[in-house]
């Protein structure tokens, strides 16, 4: 019995779902041909031409029509099957209504897997060679059509104006055309009673004047006033060339793609190649920064860019021996003094704090630093750069080392080579921070590229998946409203899918912002509706007993009947 039922039920889905599925297409069509009529007429297009443009754009449509027409036939025909009581009698034989709805969700399934092979396949082909057909008709110019009363500039370096036009014989009456000095030719000025149109090829137009004077503007070859020569004809013939006014095709091949005209794999694979690149510009960053050295120090020359000559005439070799003690010195050596330096002041670091400490915020040394974009940090009570330098005059003066906030300037002993050592650090604190600023720039937008992609190819599965969806919606609606009529179906359908569509559109924005994940947000709505439809399936397929308004009616019931 329920087999039977069954078909019945997919017989009752298909009028429906076939007059959804051609009017929605209808209404597709028609917005289309509204939005971009302006780009068609006036041309001169081959009909052929016009019909690929519509044939290749009809692919979306199907996208879009076919989920909408699943949803407003499903309404249909459960809202029919509760209408006429078929609902009461299948619970009176025992049968559970959500069994009903098992046929029409497996053809949804169906319908989800076709649409997203679709999607896959024939979608981004139809997308490139509808967009490429969309580039030559707008880079096509308009076609020769003169009105009346009306400038027309549609060929290079001539404007024309008709006063009258008679449309039985073709004739112009009261014409003025503008023709601008181009190569050979000179400006002038024509105006004649009367003309008429000759075609001799597509290519070639020919304008015969009749009745009319001519003013020619001769260059004077250098002079500073042109000569200007004027004169009457009865017949004078123009011809002009037309060919830059027909339309001409690209290979659709030729031109790029974008995410709607590219397969998901395509797009996958230009995701990870946009992640390679990201990871390549990391370790070019790292390296540029210097974090992949322990003492990023050691690789520079430590001789002062200009000593102190009395430092040096009074010591000749001190700041070379201290260069040459602080480069034999080891890490380990380094790290012995400094953890002496601090045990000395009654604290205990480990050896990361060191370091932290000893580089503090200039960069100086290693990952652990962060960069400072001022050098020197200007702490209350320690030595800034101004301090720094008041030191270093004083330094100069007493020939002692100065004292520093930061560790690693107090293990050497030369007060100018301390300020050298700052002033690298400093400026090494200001170049990790332009780097900086341009890797997070780049990785930043690489990301919102591969967000695009993803977005796209999450797009190819939930808009189909809508099919299922909306199969479990309407189904409990129709059983549950007991109204099968085109006009409600099309009344709740409508707000439905005026809520998904929203939430798509919506979510595509949100994750392009990087605010959601892409997945997310081309999924979240379906997540919504799917356990709304499961809820409303388990309201349907509850006993009827325990359905609070049927307690209410049996109550009803029993208090009419005569005690």
Known sequence: MIQRYSLDIIKKHTGPFLLCFFSLMLLLLMQFLVLHVDHLVGKGLPFAIVAELILTNLAYMVVLAVPMAVLVSTVIAFGKISEWNELT????AGINPVRLIYPILGISVLFFLGLAAFSNEVLPEANHKARSLFIDIRMAKPGFDLKEGVFYEGINGY?????????????????????????????????????????????????????????????????????????????????????????SRVNPEQRSR?????????????????????????????????????????????????????????????????????????????????????????????????????????GIAGETGTADETGIAEETGTTGETGLADQTRIADQTNTPLQSTYLALNILDDPYLQKEIADRA????????????????????????????????????????????????GAPIGLLTRKGNLGFAALVSAVIIAIYFSSIIQGERLADRLVLTPFWGMWGINFVLF??????????????????WFKRQQSNDNALKPS
């Not at 001190?318 to 003690?325: E, G, L, P, W």
């Not at 341009?438 to 999450?458: C, I």
């Open 89 to 92: 009698a299948i619970r009176a």
């Open 159 to 247: 404007a024309f104006l008709v006063e009258e036009i008679d449309h039985e014989s073709g004739t112009l009456y009261d014409l003025t055309i503008l023709q601008e000095a181009r190569d050979s030719r000179n400006r002038a000025f024509i105006k004649a009673k009367e003309g008429r149109l000759q075609s001799e090829n597509e290519r070639i137009l020919s304008l015969i004047l009749e009745d009319g004077q001519m003013i020619r503007y001769v260059s004077s070859g250098g002079r500073n006033e042109d000569t200007i020569e004027r004169s009457r004809f009865s017949t004078y013939r123009m011809s002009f060339d037309l060919s830059e006014l027909l339309f």
């Open 258 to 362: 974008n995410d709607r005209t590219m397969s998901a794999r395509a797009m996958l694979a230009v995701a990870d190649s946009i992640r390679t690149q990201t990871e390549r510009e990391f370790q070019r960053f790292l390296e540029r920064s210097g974090q992949k050295q322990t003492m990023p120090f050691r690789r520079f020359d430590m001789t002062p860019l200009s000593p102190r000559s009395s430092f040096q005439s009074e010591t000749p070799s001190t700041a070379q021996s201290d260069i040459q003690v602080v480069e034999a010195q080891g890490d380990t050596q380094i790290e012995a003094q400094v953890e002496a330096q601090v045990e000395a002041q009654g604290e205990t670091l480990t050896n990361a704090q060191i370091d932290t400490r000893a580089v503090g915020e200039t």
């Open 426 to 473: 400093r400026n090494s604190s200001i170049r990790y921070d332009s780097e900086f600023v341009q890797f997070q720039g780049n990785t930043r937008h690489n990301r919102s590229r591969v967000t695009k992609y993803l977005v796209e190819v999450h797009k190819k599965w939930s808009i189909p998946f809508a099919s299922v969806i909306f199969v479990m919606l």
């Open 531 to 548: 356990f709304l439809g499961l809820g409303l399936m388990g309201w349907v397929g509850r006993p009827v007993e325990r359905i609070p």
